[in-house]
């Protein structure tokens, strides 16, 4: 029985300023680790629509153009830290003031993130 609750259960993943869940019906949510309201989080169709938002931003980026994608907001630094802190993201900030990311190289040269979590 324990084990059917356990895969009934979404997994969520906690990091330093955010969370990560990847619900039953296959979305993908990122929240502000630790708040409750619908303004400090983020739901993806899936994980991999978070991995191609991602990908279309350029090597280094800002709130800024993660907002040319249609985030609003505080949204937008979240889903920054989210990329910073996930280790299926290949990025680290460099700059907090604007909260800047920027994307490590992959071995072969490209800064495509991996496929999968």
């Known amino acids: 029985m324990a084990d059917?609750?356990?895969?009934?259960?979404?997994?969520?993943?906690e990091f330093l300023h955010t969370s990560g869940e990847h619900r039953e019906?296959?979305?993908y949510v990122v929240a502000r680790r630790g708040a409750n309201s619908t303004g400090?989080?983020?739901?993806?169709?899936?994980?991999?629509?978070?991995?191609?938002?991602?990908?279309?931003?350029?090597?280094r980026f800002t709130?800024?153009?993660?907002?040319?994608?249609?985030?609003?907001?505080s949204r937008r630094h979240m889903l920054i830290r989210h990329f910073a802190e996930h280790p299926v993201f290949d990025c680290s900030v460099v700059e907090r003031s604007p909260l800047t990311v920027e994307k490590r190289n992959r071995p072969d040269g490209t800064t495509e993130v991996a496929a999968g979590d």
């Open 63 to 73: 709130a800024e153009e993660v907002g040319r994608t249609g985030i609003t907001g």
């Open 4 to 13: 059917a609750i356990g895969d009934a259960m979404p997994e969520r993943r």
């Open 25 to 27: 019906d296959g979305s």
């Open 40 to 59: 400090n989080r983020k739901v993806f169709d899936s994980f991999e629509r978070a991995e191609r938002l991602y990908a279309r931003l350029p090597a």
